[in-house]
């Protein structure tokens, strides 16, 4: 039986076998997230005076630096219309035109206009999410990954999987893929290239 460890490390490494998956990953500068069932647990804890959502500090972190140290942009694209979603942004370092929320019909004209104020193309985005809203913006992105708690017959249309289900840190593995491949990794670079070089050599 694999620990939750083996089997990110596992998926790493598969993940860097696919030739094709690395070419698109070196393009990727921005990242749009969906944020319930994606950054959160998809549970919404209710009282009559407030809403709460449970984040990965994992996912915070790597967001955090990637964006203090200038080497990926990203926006939050919620369908949920709620203040906690801006609060984490604001947290994290994400400018309030970065963040939308309350868009429940269709996402991929908010994808549009991020891409036109960032100045990108969509070969150059990545979308995370996990259900249909999430789904309807491939069109115009490069690369859509979800978690693993992502419905099933939606899984199969996903370009990958990340074996981490939403609020247990997806986001930090995916991040850490995509900046050790393109070699920015902030701090994690040379542990990262250690630990699989062991890895291979045990194989």
Request: one cysteine or more.
């Amino acid at each position: 039986m694999f620990n939750q460890s083996e089997i990110d490390k596992n998926w790493f490494l598969q993940c860097l076998k696919n030739n094709d998956l690395i070419k698109k990953i070196k393009n990727i500068k921005l990242i749009i997230c969906d944020i319930d069932g994606a950054l959160t647990d998809a549970q919404i804890y209710l009282s009559p005076d407030f809403l709460c959502k449970a984040f990965s500090v994992q996912d915070g972190f790597i967001i955090d630096r990637s964006l203090k140290k200038n080497i990926l942009d990203f926006a939050f694209l919620s369908g949920r219309n709620d203040e906690v979603t801006k609060i984490r942004a604001k947290q994290l370092g994400i400018p309030e035109d970065m963040c939308y929320i309350g868009f429940c019909v269709s996402k991929i004209e908010k994808v549009k206009e991020i891409q036109k104020k960032k100045k990108l193309s969509s070969i150059e985005t990545l979308h995370f999410g996990d259900d249909f809203l999430d789904f309807e913006v491939k069109s115009n992105i490069n690369l859509f990954v979800c978690p693993s708690n992502t419905p099933f017959y939606l899984q199969e249309k996903a370009d990958l999987i990340v074996p981490r289900s939403g609020g247990n840190s997806p986001l930090r593995l995916l991040l850490d893929l995509i900046l050790y491949v393109q070699e920015k990794h902030p701090f994690g670079q040379n542990m990262i290239a250690e630990s699989l070089k062991r890895n291979l050599l045990n194989e």
